[in-house]
């Protein structure tokens, strides 16, 4: 039940909410029992009343819960109403002469306005249960990794990339331990300008983690639960978008929880998954919803201007967080696109609807300008992309405003919509240097595929055609998506963002599975959208306005038959508001059926998704053992660079030697080292850059060197007919023996004399840790008896002469120093 000053709150925070309880409060007052068709209020309206607990209904009929309580407030809102009016008055008065100015207390200063706007947070003790509920399921599905993560005292980032974001953050803190050491921003890009693309996301962890102590071990941490935090802020961004955008608390926090639950958001925002997505995310949900809010209907003019400065910072935000931003901000365009000819075909103003947009992707193309000049953040082509779009944005206002006072049909605005992005394109090709080869670079980064499993479509048969990714929120969202599209096109503007962003990630999930994380946040609304509607079409909750009404060509009916949208009548179950009396188990078994399916078919992949990019324990005791081992030796970087395949090879390099910067060099040639046949060729383009050589399980090809090292280490393999390799030794295997690890050596030369023209064997056993094995090499004596081989082993050796099975002839000790030196070492005896 509300009481007084929750009423009160209610009408400050909806001044159109009033006239529609005092009519209902008159009602009640005449009447003993009545029902919602004896009210003149609209269905939306009156399910809010009902829901804010103003209003029950006692099983004959509803009554006002609490009538005293609601004169009162309305009585207050009305006094406060009168005084606002009269100091508006009275500075009218002052500005024109023909008054004085007045001071009144009930005056709304902006101040006063901005913390009337944050009270509408829902705080009821309901609400506080929801976003408690939703927190911590977001933040539980997302530490499921943490024992991977944070272990023998070390934080394991999980993935690969992450450790270049670390590398770069504690690069930063030597420059700058300190937070207020602001001069580093203007380094953020400096060092890095080969692989580009983050200065924001770096420079704002670097201030945190300098702000919580500025060492590794921080930064560590800050980076292991930045995606977490950055996560569940953009939760609580789409359940504002639910609240602020489409009016229904309900939409927001289910779409919030189904989000919490959704394993292609929850696998970028994980704990330990340090990339640059989770921020992307972030800045992206700000813009759609600052873009939302001020396109969705007209709104006050003091929201409207914040919304436009909440838009700018966000375009901002978004572009110099990731260079990738412009393929981002597509849609924003493409929104307004959509927005100015539907103003002009229903008589509209584009200047009254979107100058506030145009002021805020103005104020994003000078933020980031700043950045990019003073600070050097970002290539210029990448900022110039919000100057760009804000300029793009005034011609199709300008132009929509003419063709509306002109009277101009919609159709040739868009025809004109066309005409001028292709001239702009061009231009700014011609005036950017490099913005063309760009463009295309990005199209082949989006078409292509480049062997890596993030470039799949997301609705392919590997991913389940996107439940995998989605669960069924995801067929659920695209039938509400075709459904707003349509109600879209008949003016229902507060769909209008939504619908534009959701089919452009749906085009780019298509395309590659990486789209799915800036994808996620509008399936959940979508879905939670579906099951809204649902929950209203079997009675269990008042239809949202967002969902009643009907679609300009299609009537959409409830579900006995009787159109829905009207303010009168017996309009059927989806327009109705319904009390407990009126809900049905079946109904309630249905809706529940929904729900625990679209978050059941989610959640079952959860686990698996969630921790499939932690660092397997054998990658993260292999590092550490390389780590002791060149520590061992003094070998600094680049001596001790590990080099493995790509897609693990920051993650060694980091905890071998902290220097995980990039991976260009293992990934341009790990692979064709690994098929090739040429042991002695790959030793001489390695050596003098490489420390370690790391082998992990792959598909066996005969005769290559992953085959010829992994199983045998190098020794000769009689069997496959595989002579023994001299410059690789093994020094460390695993505990499952899954990974090997080897040191490029120049190799120990052994040279002695024996019968001419005969072969001799050399075979040794070698330990290392987790394993031993035999080292085997033959060689063939010359005409005079001498021979001379390479062995990559120290240790003692016994001469065979004609092979294994031969006589033993003689012994060799081969010191350590020789294998890492080159030298020579004399054998005794003779065959």
């Known amino acids: ?125 309901r609400g506080v249960a929801v976003v408690v509920a939703v927190a911590v399921a977001f933040v539980g599905v997302r530490a499921l990794p943490y024992g991977q993560v944070f272990r023998d005292r070390a934080v394991v980032l999980t993935g690969n990339d992450p450790y270049f974001y670390r ?90 929880g189904l989000l919490a639950v959704m394993p292609s958001h929850a696998f970028r925002t994980s704990l330990g998954f340090a990339d640059h997505h989770a921020f992307d995310y972030l800045w992206l949900l700000a813009t759609l919803a600052a873009l939302a809010y001020l396109l969705a209907a007209d709104r006050d003019p003091f929201a409207r201007r914040w919304g436009a400065v909440g838009l700018g910072v966000s375009v901002a935000g978004l572009t110099l967080a990731w260079e990738g931003a412009p393929l981002m901000l597509v849609p924003a365009a493409a929104s307004l696109a959509v927005s100015v000819p539907l103003d002009v075909s229903d008589g509209r103003s584009p200047r009254r609807t979107t100058t506030p947009v145009v002021a805020g992707l103005g104020l994003g193309a000078v933020l980031t300008l700043v950045g990019h000049v003073l600070l050097g953040w970002q290539a210029l082509f990448v ?60 199209v082949g980064f989006l078409l292509g595929s480049g062997g890596i499993a993030e470039t799949a479509s997301a609705f392919g048969p590997g991913q389940l055609f996107g439940v995998e990714q989605f669960g069924l929120a995801l067929p659920v969202a695209l039938a509400v998506l075709c459904w707003t599209s349509l109600r879209t096109f008949a003016d229902d503007r507060r769909w209008l963002v939504l619908t534009v962003f959701g089919w452009y990630f749906v085009v780019l999930a298509a395309a590659q599975v990486r789209f799915t994380g800036q994808l996620a946040p509008l399936v959940a609304l979508f879905a939670a959208s579906g099951v809204v509607w649902a929950a209203a079409h079997y009675g269990v909750v008042t239809a949202p306005d967002a969902l009643a009404g009907t679609v300009e060509g299609t009537e959409q009916t409830a579900g006995d038959g009787r159109p829905v949208g009207s303010d009168g009548g017996d309009s059927g179950p989806l327009e109705r508001p319904f009390g407990p009396g009126d809900v049905s188990a079946r109904s309630l078994f249905l809706v529940g059926v929904v729900v625990v399916s679209l978050v059941a078919s989610g959640g079952a992949f959860l686990p698996e998704t969630v921790t499939g990019a932690t660092v397997p324990d054998r990658n993260y005791e292999t590092s550490m053992w390389m780590h002791g081992y060149a520590d061992e030796r003094g070998w600094d970087y680049p001596d001790s660079y590990v080099f493995s395949d790509w897609g693990q090879n920051r993650v060694f390099n980091y905890f071998v030697s902290g220097q995980s910067a990039n991976y260009t060099y293992a990934q341009g040639n790990y692979s064709a080292f690994i098929s090739s ?120 050796y016994e001469l065979r002469r004609g092979g294994p099975d031969g006589n033993r002839t003689g012994t060799v000790a081969v010191p350590d120093a020789a294998v890492g030196n080159g030298t020579t070492v004399r054998a005794s005896g003779e065959g």
């Open 677 to 796: 046949t040429n042991a002695s060729g790959w030793y001489e383009r390695l050596r003098n850059r490489t420390g370690f050589v790391v082998l992990q399980p792959l598909p066996r090809r005969a005769n290559t060197m992953q085959e010829r090292l992994y199983y045998t280490y190098g020794s000769r393999w009689s069997e496959q007919g595989y002579e023994a390799v001299s410059h690789y030794r093994a020094v460390y295997a695993s505990e499952t023996r899954a990974n090997k690890v080897f040191v490029l050596v120049p190799g120990a030369r052994i040279r002695g004399q024996a019968t001419p023209n005969t072969t001799l064997e050399l075979r040794t056993r070698v330990e290392i840790p987790n394993d031993s094995f035999p080292y085997r090499k033959q060689v063939r004596t010359g005409p005079d008896g001498e021979y001379e081989l390479l062995v990559p082993y120290p240790g003692e």
């Open 383 to 442: 900022a110039v992309v919000p100057l760009l779009l804000a300029a793009g944005a005034a011609v199709l206002v300008a132009a929509g405003e003419f063709a509306e006072r002109r009277s101009l049909t919609a159709q040739r605005l868009v025809v004109a919509e066309f005409a001028v992005p292709a001239v702009g394109i061009i231009l700014a090709a011609l005036l950017v240097g490099g913005l063309a080869e760009r463009f295309v670079g990005g």
């Open 167 to 256: 590398f770069w953050v504690e690069q930063l803190l030597v420059r700058s331990p300190s937070p207020t050491g602001l001069g580093v921003l203007a380094d953020v890009s400096a060092p890095f300008e080969s692989v580009g693309g983050e200065p924001f996301l770096a420079a704002t962890l670097w201030w945190v983690s300098a702000l919580l102590g500025g060492t590794p071990d921080v930064a560590g941490a800050v980076l292991a639960w930045y995606p977490v935090v950055a996560g569940l802020a953009g939760c609580s961004i789409v359940y504002a978008i639910g609240v602020r955008v489409l009016e229904d608390r309900r939409i927001g926090a289910l779409a919030a």
């Open 1 to 125: 039940m509300a009481d007084e000053r929750e009423i009160s709150r209610l009408l400050a925070d909806r001044p159109g909410l009033a006239e529609a309880v005092a009519a209902v409060l008159a009602v009640d007052e005449e009447t003993d029992e009545w029902t919602f068709e004896d009210v003149p209020v609209g269905t939306g309206v009156f399910g809010e009343i009902v829901g804010e607990g103003l209003v029950e209904d006692d099983g004959d009929g509803y009554r006002v819960v609490d009538p005293g309580a609601v004169r009162r407030a309305l009585a207050d809102h009305d006094a406060v109403a009168v005084g606002t009016e009269q100091a508006d008055t009275d500075q009218a008065d002052s500005a024109t002469g023909s008054g004085t100015a007045t001071t009144d207390r009930t005056t709304a200063t902006p101040l006063e306005r901005t913390l009337r706007a944050a009270r509408r947070v829902d705080v009821t003790p």
